[in-house]
């Protein structure tokens, strides 16, 4: 199944149509007028995704069979009902699942990024997209390593008015404000964070 949303907006002075194509096997984000020289549009990997999460779904699993087996029984002086088998049985299942329902939770609106000529155009999975002029990046950065490694754009708060949000139909970009800065975030797992760094440290914005 294949959903089409389009979004008009005025980008750097330009009446540009962006088409957001997306498709559970081999996503597009911000995609639009034909690529200028320089401009690198990075995908989203529903099989890179998938092995992302398997760890974090086993972490997750580990941490909770855990917390059931040893620390409750400690707070509760109550013996434990989880069995070792049980535990195995859990984690092993939910380690399997979670990737494939994470991945069908987010397909219908993945991540993508797109370095332009004139900004960066952010896409969190489930998030409308943004786009940051290159003029009102303070820093940028790839924080954290694989699977949860998050990119981070910085904007001074002067700049807060030249940062667009185009509607694909998620939720608003994620922002958190500190002191005169604004740090935009998003989850990276499904790109390749190593060619974010490399895209970043070419362009002089970071790293």
């Given amino acids: 199944m294949v959903v089409r949303r389009?979004?008009?907006?005025?980008?750097?002075?330009?009446?540009?149509?962006?088409?957001?194509?997306?498709?559970?096997?081999?996503?597009?984000?911000?995609?639009?007028?034909?690529?200028?020289?320089?401009?690198v549009e990075y995908r989203w990997s529903s099989w890179?995704?998938?092995?992302?999460?398997?760890?974090?779904?086993?972490?997750?699993?580990?941490?909770?069979?855990?917390?059931?087996?040893f620390v409750l029984p400690m707070l509760t002086g109550r013996?434990?009902?989880?069995?070792?088998?049980?535990?195995?049985?859990?984690?092993?299942?939910?380690?399997?699942?979670?990737p494939f329902a994470s991945w069908l939770f987010v397909c219908g609106l993945p991540a993508g990024l797109r370095f332009g000529s004139e900004g960066i155009e952010l896409a969190a999975a489930r998030h409308d997209v943004l786009g940051v002029p290159y003029e009102a990046v303070s820093s940028a950065r790839v924080r954290w390593w694989w699977p949860v490694a998050m990119l981070d754009v910085v904007v001074g708060s002067v700049d807060e008015s030249r940062v667009m949000r185009f509607d694909r139909g998620g939720r608003r970009p994620s922002c958190k404000r500190k002191g005169d800065q604004l740090r935009f975030s998003m989850p990276i797992a499904g790109l390749r964070s190593s060619d974010l760094r490399s895209e970043l440290r070419r362009r002089g914005l970071g790293e």
């Fill in 79 to 98: 013996p434990s009902s989880f069995s070792v088998a049980f535990g195995a049985f859990y984690v092993a299942t939910y380690a399997f699942f979670f």
């Fill in 48 to 69: 890179r995704y998938v092995v992302a999460m398997a760890p974090i779904g086993f972490v997750g699993a580990a941490a909770g069979v855990t917390l059931a087996r």
């Fill in 6 to 39: 389009q979004a008009v907006a005025v980008w750097a002075g330009r009446r540009v149509w962006y088409s957001y194509v997306t498709n559970c096997h081999d996503q597009l984000v911000a995609v639009g007028y034909a690529p200028v020289s320089g401009d």
